[in-house]
């Protein structure tokens, strides 16, 4: 499924979907769910989890001041820290917009 429309509004991204269907997502979810390996480790081949330490997320990493599409398959957000190195695909921010994938 893929996003015909995405718009920031205030402290969520509302998307439109090929369906027809929209979702708002807040963006301090957006940001909590980033899926870079910063954010959320990477794993080696015997899946042992390699993971930045936790940072205090200051209110300028809840606001999105730019949105790129990536291709045909993700979007990727520039927040208001600076990070923008989470790659969004359509799938993993569908999950996100209905409560899913949120660690």
Request: proline residues 8%; contains cysteine; hydrophobic residues 35%.
């Amino acid at each position: 499924m893929r996003p015909v429309d995405m718009q920031p509004i205030g402290g969520e991204l509302a998307v439109r979907w090929e369906d027809g269907t929209e979702s708002y997502v807040p963006l301090e979810v957006l940001r909590r769910g980033c899926p870079c390996a910063g954010c959320k480790g990477e794993v080696d081949i015997l899946g042992n989890l390699y993971k930045n330490p936790e940072k205090p997320l200051t209110p300028a990493a809840f606001q999105m001041v730019r949105l790129d599409r990536v291709g045909g398959y993700a979007v990727q957000p520039t927040w208001g820290d600076g990070h923008s190195s989470g790659l969004y695909a359509f799938d993993y921010l569908r999950r996100l917009a209905e409560g899913e994938g949120q660690t």
